[in-house]
């Protein structure tokens, strides 16, 4: 009789720590998907601002059109792609052009609207970079959590597997939505 009441201690103690180790897991795997989600949404507010900013500077330098298209098409091309394809670094690089403009153009530098749009666009940037640190973070956090002792023996039973830094899920990347336009 004691034998079984020992065997039961211990498998109760083993259920309530597989318990505790699946909910700290699932905790940790849902702030990564927030920091997944928290990147979209940079995103995506990045994507909304490019055709506005684009159509403020046409009003200034529309024999600029090679640049302009440029642009348009790399945000195209970033709103349709996957965020890991390289798409939103070649519209960063596409974006940086656009922006140069502004010292060939001084009268385009003084234009309030694309004053306030280059601030929108640089916060914007700002708030992707911060996006970014704090999901390599939870990523970190929750690779940590699976790969430590006793979790290491369970994760992979329970269904968990490893996060990668820098990466969007498809499944988890939003679509660009119609965005105000801006015209002169």
Do not use: C
């Not at 960063?92 to 530098?109: G, S």
């Not at 973070?137 to 996060?163: C, D, I, K, Q, W």
């Amino acid at each position: 009789m004691a034998g079984w009441i020992i065997v039961l201690i211990v498998l109760v103690v083993v259920a309530v720590l597989v318990i505790g180790i699946y909910n700290r897991l699932v905790s940790l795997r849902q702030t990564v998907r927030q920091g997944v989600a928290d990147i979209d949404a940079q995103l995506r507010q990045r994507h909304d601002l490019v055709p506005n900013l684009v159509s403020t500077v046409k009003g200034y330098a529309a024999h600029e059109s090679a640049t302009l298209e440029a642009v348009i098409a790399a945000r195209n091309r970033a709103a349709a792609g996957s965020p890991n394809s390289g798409d939103e670094e070649q519209l960063a690089v596409a974006l940086n052009r656009l922006l140069a403009l502004q010292e060939a153009y001084p009268e385009l530098k003084a234009n309030s609207n694309f004053q306030q749009l280059q601030g929108e666009l640089a916060d914007t940037e700002d708030k992707i970079a911060a996006a970014r640190r704090a999901l390599n973070a939870a990523v970190s956090r929750y690779n940590t959590g699976m790969e430590s002792f006793p979790a290491v023996l369970f994760a992979g039973m329970l269904g968990f597997r490893h996060a990668d830094f820098h990466r969007l899920d498809d499944s988890e990347v939003g679509t660009v939505d119609q965005v105000p336009q801006v015209r002169f």
